[in-house]
């Protein structure tokens, strides 16, 4: 499977394709949470990434329909919690399977907060907390780019890696 070419002679590469190639790689799992006055919202974050070390800056990629962006947005802070190898239940819950919605899905796991507020997974091998400090919208995506005001960081533990739509164990 390679795409099609448009009619302009332009390769296209549909959605599911495209998918399916990022489902190649192996990678952390995380759950990007944030805190307003309604309640915590979050969601698992497949693409949350550094942007600098000096000064400690993180993003999150965010599809326009994920109920939680409008929360990251109003708050202006965001935390990127690094998921345990055993926290693949948790990882559900944030990916949307199941029937647990919005503030119900913090009663997954134990949690607790850092500088902004923003919720923070207790077991999680570390957490950034942000502020945020740009938001780019992308066709369907909201990249938000955040400060790290605060961090948390477990000592040892092996990491929930997602690859070709489940876990690695």
Known sequence: MTGSTTEAGEKRIDARLFWRVLGQRAIGSTIVTAQSAQGPAGFLGLSASHVSADPPLMLASIDKRTSALATVLAARHFAVNFLPRDAAQIADVF???????????????????????????????GAMDCTLEEAIERHGTCIVIGRVVDVMVAEGGSPLVHFRGGYLT
Do not use: N, Q, Y
């Open 95 to 125: 990916g949307g399977k199941g029937t647990l919605k919005g503030a119900e899905r913090f009663e997954a796991g134990a949690w607790t907060a850092l500088a902004t507020g923003a919720p923070v997974l207790k077991s999680a091998l």
